[in-house]
């Protein structure tokens, strides 16, 4: 490596840890599961969902949060069976900051692949801003809600797509963060 090189790498380094010396971690997510019973054609069909979707973050400052999302969904309606990955990482604006309230956007891009026993994975992808509220509880505590999307979705394999604001119960997700 020259020394051209070196001290490249070097004022990166010492950059990043300057920009990160006043981070704060945060770790949190969200959980669920539901089941219910529809009935189609006379037929009822029972539909069990269970997902699990940790998060960790990074607050830079009082304004801005860098973070990610990585997940698992598991469906079973009837006899058939989805499992579902996902990964969404998202730069975080806190546009409202009061001792109790931060008012939130989440831009990013997220990537998700489903499989079901004998079909092909079913790969999607979005990017949009999905805003939120965080709820401080303590110093380390704070409930987060999210609502909405506002964005770009593709579905790869049938090449559906979506351009817009969704308000749905499925772009609604509470959760928490703790803070170190």
Known sequence: MTKEMKKIVLSVIVALIAITANAQVYV????????????TEGTEVKNTTFKILPEVGYELNEDWSVG??????????????????????YARYFFLNSDVVRLFADGGFGFSTSKTKGNDALNSWNIGIKPGIAIKLSDHFCLVAK?????????????????????TSEDLSIGFHYAF
């Open 68 to 89: 990610t999302v990585v997940g698992y969904e598991y469906n079973k309606s009837g006899d058939v069976k989805t499992n579902t990955f996902t990964i969404a990482p």
């Open 28 to 39: 949190g997510g969200t959980f669920g599961v539901g089941s219910d019973k529809v009935e």
């Open 147 to 167: 609502y909405g999307f506002l964005g770009y979705r593709r579905n790869i394999n049938t090449l559906g797509d979506s351009f817009g604001l969704e308000l």
